[in-house]
């Protein structure tokens, strides 16, 4: 009942809100010849060195329902553990071999990351794919534009904007089941609302949003049988975001956002095989605040753009003491500031240099019942200097080749490059071939550094990646496929040495060089003007050490049929090869590698436009076949769902 009387009450609420966020499918379609993550600046697709995944949002709009880590999930090359897990979750980072530290997360251009984490990882629960407007997804190391963390790939999420009209306002509500294979509730668990308001009028333009998800019906650890019953983790998440433009000449631009975003679960340690920790004492909320200015000025021969940011997140814990019987609390504190100016000049209509400074400051403060880290000692500072050249010759080829000097305020000097060359045949067969040659390193973190078992002597890790592929339209432009080779590198790689005679733990640098190669392809086909079809593969091979959770074999596949403007059909299958996990024994208290089994999926969409332009719905079903399967050894996933949805446009 309880339920019942919260969705007309959110009902009611939806109906009182005034919003229009009409797509414009031109628009769309321009967008998706342009991309900006291989140089920084807007440039033709065409003339991109990089095969670079667009998620535009109408690709988002056949994803109703979903979260922004599943979305990322089905794209080629990318592997997001735990999205079919609870939602309290954390989330694993896979791309080309690498891991969470190795991939750069951008929100509007400007790096996000957590600095009291060990490995400097932003985590993408806190952002709801509702306020995404549009997404890239490039591959390789590229620390020559975008500096630490950009070793093995670069996520750009770029947030709504304003649309023309003075005033427009939107609502929508997602409500769904949460249940894993063996349950089968099919009352509401999971909810997902939200409103926005935005406009634009003469000079100004503005956005700004809320929203809510709360999840329940799912323990984060499995049972070992059908007759144990584990307590359910709850999962809220509350976002608040708001953007502010000003024109203030036809050249000037000045741009302010704002973001609030609060996670609140429960949570459990698996011990894999005990349940010992199973209780609904153990409790974690991550609160994240930031704020910044981005100001963007043409002038006759190019462009100058100055992102700011700072981000403050703080992360507490509860969690029961099993020896003691009480609770013990942690918290972990972190700032960030980002400064990155970058000056785009046309040298001539062939030869464009991109020159930049990026300045970061970081620190954290840790508290825990075994120790404190004081943030007066915690920190340090980043200054690089960086420099892109992008060359276009008349019959075809293309030339972009970069430099980055970084100077850490902890070990000093580093240098980074890349050469990235690409051709485009000027026939009347539409081919394009890439290659390039890129490195990349990863900062310590402050953790790693300053911690109980911090090592100040750390230096950073060092990434290289060769790639080379192709990509091609056939069939008067109906048939769209791509691949791509790759092999990385990486050495003086993180990790944690413990003695077990004298108990001494602290971080170190590893000697010697661990390996990844493998191929990305993808294929798009119009089969007719109402009926796509789209699939990629990746198989990726990893040397011994850096072999978990990294599937040999994946694939997505997708059939989207649309019978009139109004009415979309969407059906996916997803295939996971077998991996392999880290299985830690809670009665031994010791540590083995266990291998997954492969799993596969298959989801389905339908959505229908009730009211032109103003009223849509949707209901979905994932895990339609209920397959059980693990993502993570003692975890718990999702089977069978259901989800129904509506969006309000005024």
Do not use: W
Request: aromatic share 12%; net charge neutral.
């Amino acid at each position: 009942m309880k339920k019942t009387v919260r969705a007309v009450a959110i009902l009611a609420l939806l109906n009182t809100c005034a919003y229009a966020q009409e797509q414009d499918s031109t628009n769309v379609n321009r967008l998706k010849e342009v991309v900006i993550s291989d140089t920084k600046f807007a440039q033709r697709q065409e003339k991109s060195g990089k095969i670079i995944e667009v998620i535009s949002a109408k690709d988002l709009e056949k994803k109703s329902g979903q979260s922004l880590a599943t979305v990322l999930s089905q794209v080629t090359g990318v592997e997001i553990n735990g999205n079919q897990s609870a939602n309290g979750k954390n989330l694993g980072y896979y791309i080309r071999g690498g891991k969470n530290r190795q991939v750069l997360i951008l929100i509007d251009g400007i790096p996000v990351t957590d600095a009291s984490g060990i490995s400097l990882e932003y985590d993408l629960r806190l952002l709801p794919v509702e306020q995404v407007e549009r997404i890239e997804v490039m591959k390789g190391a590229a620390s020559t534009l975008y500096g630490t963390g950009a070793a093995t790939g670069v996520i750009n999420i770029t947030l709504k904007k304003s649309t023309k009209k003075v005033i427009e306002g939107n609502a929508y509500l997602n409500i769904g089941s949460n249940n894993t294979s063996d349950n089968e509730k099919y009352n509401g668990q999971d909810f997902n609302q939200g409103i926005s308001v935005n406009g634009n009028y003469k000079r100004v333009n503005y956005f700004a949003g809320f929203n809510s998800t709360e999840t329940g019906n799912m323990s984060q650890i499995v049972s070992p049988s059908e007759s144990v019953k584990y307590e359910d983790d709850r999962f809220s998440r509350q976002n608040v975001i708001a953007k502010f433009g000003y024109k203030a000449t036809d050249k000037l631009i000045l741009d302010f956002f704002g973001n609030y975003d609060k996670l609140k679960n429960g949570f459990d340690l698996t011990f894999d095989n005990t349940g010992f920790n199973d209780t609904n004492v153990n409790t974690t909320t991550s609160e994240q605040v930031r704020f910044g200015f981005s100001p963007k000025f043409k002038y006759n021969k190019g462009e100058f753009v100055l992102n700011s940011g700072f981000t403050r997140i703080a992360r507490d814990y509860n969690e029961l003491n099993t020896f003691s019987g009480t609770t013990d609390y942690s918290l972990y504190e972190s700032r960030s500031v980002v400064v990155d100016g970058f000056n785009k000049y046309n040298v001539s209509k062939d030869l464009t240099v991109i020159l930049g400074v990026n300045y970061q400051f970081n620190d954290m403060l840790g508290q825990t019942p075994f120790s404190t880290i004081d943030e007066k000692a915690t920190k340090f500072n980043i200054l690089d200097g960086y420099t892109t050249l992008v060359y276009g010759f008349d019959f075809g080829l293309n030339i972009n080749a970069g430099a980055r000097l970084n100077n850490h305020s902890a070990y000093g000097n580093n240098f980074v490059y890349n050469f990235n060359p690409s051709y485009n045949f000027k026939t009347s067969f539409p081919l394009k071939l890439v290659a390039s040659y890129s490195t990349a390193y990863i900062t310590p973190s402050l953790y790693q550094l300053y911690s109980e078992y911090g090592n100040a002597e750390l230096t950073p890790e060092k990434n290289a990646t060769l790639e080379a592929g192709f990509e091609t339209q056939l069939f008067d432009k109906k048939v769209k496929l791509d691949a791509v080779a790759f092999y990385r590198d990486q050495t003086n790689s993180f990790d944690f040495f413990f003695d077990n005679n004298t108990f001494e733990a602290y971080y170190v640098n590893i000697d010697g060089k661990n390996k990844a190669k493998g191929v990305e392809t993808e294929v798009t086909f119009d089969l007719t003007s109402k009926l796509r079809f789209n699939a990629n593969y990746t198989f990726t091979q990893v040397d011994k050490a850096l072999d978990r959770l990294i599937p040999k074999h994946k694939a997505n596949a997708g059939l989207d049929f649309q019978p009139t403007p109004r009415t979309l059909f969407n059906i996916n299958y997803q295939y996971f090869d077998a991996r392999n996990d880290a299985f830690f024994d809670g009665n031994t208290f010791g540590t083995t590698i266990v291998k997954l089994d492969s799993y596969q999926l298959v989801n389905a969409l339908a959505k229908y436009e009730l009211i032109k332009s103003r009223l849509t719905v949707f209901g979905s079903v994932t895990n339609i076949l209920n397959e059980e399967f693990v993502e993570n050894i003692g975890y718990s996933t999702r089977g069978r769902n259901f989800k129904l949805g509506l969006n309000i446009v005024l």
